[in-house]
């Protein structure tokens, strides 16, 4: 399948380092981030795995959930967990997936149906498996990003699109580049400009099509 923005994402059952999950009764009414990674004890992945846990208060104050996802066993994970622990100097409460038979990530477009792992296997047979998407409580996907392995992720970026997408969500606006919360946003075109002074109040017409204003409380 191809996964696009606004498709309802895949359902699942699978064994984390926490327990068995089913996907969309663990997202709840939650937002959920689930990030990839290709293989466990790999470096660019470590220190990924060490910003997601060091951002643990962030995300609990967007009502977010996280998860990971590497092409390991359980057993691994577990073992791995210390050194990103060690590494971060925080606490990875999140749970990894053992996705060791690519149920995962094939469901989600990140390695052809025909993907297999062989024996003595590296990272780059898993390469692609380098994504990160955000999921509403809709349980929709409404953003995803794929890295190549030697990029390390910005989860600032991911929690600065997260706030753009929670923004955005029901309020009737869009989020301009480089938005960061409390910065003006934007004012669909859609909306009419009696529409928009009702709506918001005042607001700036730079263009016709591009009008700003205060964003929302």
């Given at each position: 399948m191809c996964l696009r923005i606004n498709d309802t994402v895949p359902n699942f059952t699978a064994e984390t380092d926490q327990g068995t999950i089913t996907f969309h009764d663990w997202i709840g009414d939650s937002w959920a981030i689930l990030f990839s990674h290709p293989k466990d004890f790999t470096p660019v992945c470590t220190t990924e795995f060490g910003a997601v846990a060091q951002l643990a208060d962030e995300w609990a104050k967007r009502n977010t959930k996280v998860m990971g996802i590497s092409v390991d066993g359980v057993e691994d994970h577990k073992k791995w967990k210390g050194d990103i622990e060690k590494f971060a100097g925080s606490r990875a409460g999140f749970p990894i997936i053992a996705d060791d038979n690519l149920a995962v990530?094939?469901?989600?477009?990140?390695?052809?149906?025909?993907?297999?792992?062989?024996?003595?296997?590296?990272?780059?047979?898993?390469?692609?498996?380098?994504?990160?998407?955000?999921?509403?409580?809709?349980?929709?996907?409404?953003?995803?990003?794929?890295?190549?392995?030697?990029?390390?992720?910005?989860?600032?970026?991911?929690?600065?699109?997260?706030?753009?997408?929670?923004?955005?969500?029901?309020?009737?606006?869009?989020?301009?580049?480089?938005?960061?919360?409390?910065?003006?946003?934007?004012?669909?075109?859609?909306?009419?400009?009696?529409?928009?002074?009702?709506?918001?109040?005042?607001?700036?017409?730079?263009?016709?099509?591009?009008?700003?204003?205060?964003?929302?409380?």
């Open positions: 990530a094939k469901a989600f477009d990140m390695l052809p149906a025909d993907a297999y792992l062989p024996d003595g296997r590296t990272p780059a047979h898993s390469a692609t498996v380098r994504s990160v998407f955000i999921i509403g409580p809709d349980k929709q996907l409404k953003l995803s990003m794929t890295y190549p392995m030697t990029v390390g992720r910005n989860f600032a970026e991911v929690l600065r699109a997260l706030d753009g997408l929670q923004m955005s969500t029901g309020k009737g606006v869009a989020t301009p580049a480089n938005w960061n919360v409390g910065d003006d946003v934007i004012i669909p075109t859609s909306v009419s400009d009696a529409d928009a002074k009702a709506k918001f109040g005042e607001f700036t017409t730079h263009f016709p099509y591009l009008r700003t204003t205060k964003a929302p409380k």
